[in-house]
């Protein structure tokens, strides 16, 4: 019976096991899956873009390389976190139809333009970093599938997150002009990757119950913390001033202070204003639009392999 059904699952929740695609679950606990899983595997897909806009001109061999691997490690992620929506009954192409008529959200990260090469590297130290904050603790998220997903996803984007600072230690180490660039793509990247992290807790409609049904493990707020605290020192590693004068160390709290982030710029951003967002959505579009007879030809020859 229902009232059963339901006990077993905050059993199973509060003791900390894996719910599994053929457990029962409330209606609204697939849905809040659905939201954050779908968005999560759009972020991967439309994160291709930034980055892939600098395969062509990377500057050596060994860096274009490098990009290919990492711009394909995320179309794979991707792919992972479709795989995971469907264990709970999603269609992935419903689900792309959603985010190319803008009916699902994907980060706000990448709905900034990659201006000069030091991007590539901004987007492995800060973008990444934030990534692998907010998703490590995902690999004990309460729905299985998403979960163990979340396992290799976070070891590979760890290795994204080391191959950005190792371009930017290199960049360091060369020229002023290149020093400038590196300043120049920090000051650009800094605040949008502490929005990445969402809204603040006390404007996080989903927070409290996503943490009741350990979906989410830590809150917005939490999570952008330990961020900006594991970054700081890793700036003055690097030797690049972060662009927030009032970041200063508080004993009392044992973590980094900063300042105000500009949440309006977050509202525009992700309610499709930011200065990439056409952009990305219009090529997402195209790209599907031009897959279309791939998509039919796959169909056609599974269908011929059936009879
Ligand atoms: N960009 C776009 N939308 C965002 C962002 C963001 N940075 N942060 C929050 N939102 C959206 C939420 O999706 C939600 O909108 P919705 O209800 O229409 O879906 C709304 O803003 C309110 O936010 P919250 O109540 O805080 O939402 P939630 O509990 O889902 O927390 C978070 C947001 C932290 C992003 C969570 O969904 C999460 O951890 N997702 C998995 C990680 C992920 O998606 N990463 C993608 C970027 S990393 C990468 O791909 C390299």
Redesign the pocket.
């Known amino acids: 019976s229902e009232p059963e059904l339901e006990r077993h699952f905050e059993q199973v929740i509060e003791r900390d096991q894996r719910i599994e695609p053929r457990d029962w679950m409330p209606d609204a606990y697939r849905k809040t899956l659905v939201?954050?899983v779908a968005?999560?595997a759009h972020?991967?897909i439309i994160?291709m873009q930034p980055e892939a806009n600098w395969i062509t001109r990377a500057p050596s061999l060994r860096r274009k390389a490098i990009l290919l691997a990492k711009v394909q490690d995320e179309a794979g992620h991707g792919l992972y976190l479709y795989s995971a929506t469907e264990t709970l009954g999603a269609d992935r192409t419903e689900l792309t139809e959603k985010l190319i008529d803008s009916k699902q959200?994907?980060?706000?990260?990448f709905n900034y333009p990659t201006l000069n090469f030091a991007d590539v590297g901004v987007i492995g130290w800060l973008?990444?970093g934030a990534?692998i904050c907010?998703?490590v603790p995902?690999c004990r998220s309460s729905f299985g599938p998403y979960a163990r997903g979340m396992v290799r996803i976070c070891k590979e984007e760890s290795f994204h997150q080391r191959q950005g600072f190792e371009l930017l230690m290199t960049m360091m180490r060369g020229t002023d002009a290149q020093r400038r660039m590196v300043q120049d793509a920090t000051d650009r990247w800094w605040w949008p990757s502490l929005?990445?992290?969402?809204?603040p807790d006390h404007d996080?409609?989903?927070?409290a119950q996503?943490m009741a049904w350990k979906i989410?493990r830590h809150t917005?707020d939490e999570l952008r913390q330990r961020f900006v605290d594991m970054t700081v020192p890793q700036a003055e590693a690097l030797g690049v001033t972060l662009p927030d004068p009032e970041i200063s160390w508080n004993d009392e709290r044992g973590h980094y202070d900063f300042g105000e982030i500009d949440w309006d710029e977050f509202k525009q951003v992700?309610s499709g204003n930011g200065p990439c967002n056409a952009e990305r959505l219009a090529h997402r579009r195209a790209a599907h639009e031009d897959g279309a007879w791939v998509r039919e030809a796959a169909a056609a020859y599974a269908a011929k392999q059936h009879t």
């Open positions: 939201r954050q968005q999560h972020s991967e994160g959200k994907y980060s706000s990260i973008v990444d990534a907010n998703q995902l929005m990445m992290f969402g809204p996080s409609p989903n927070t996503s989410k917005n992700i």
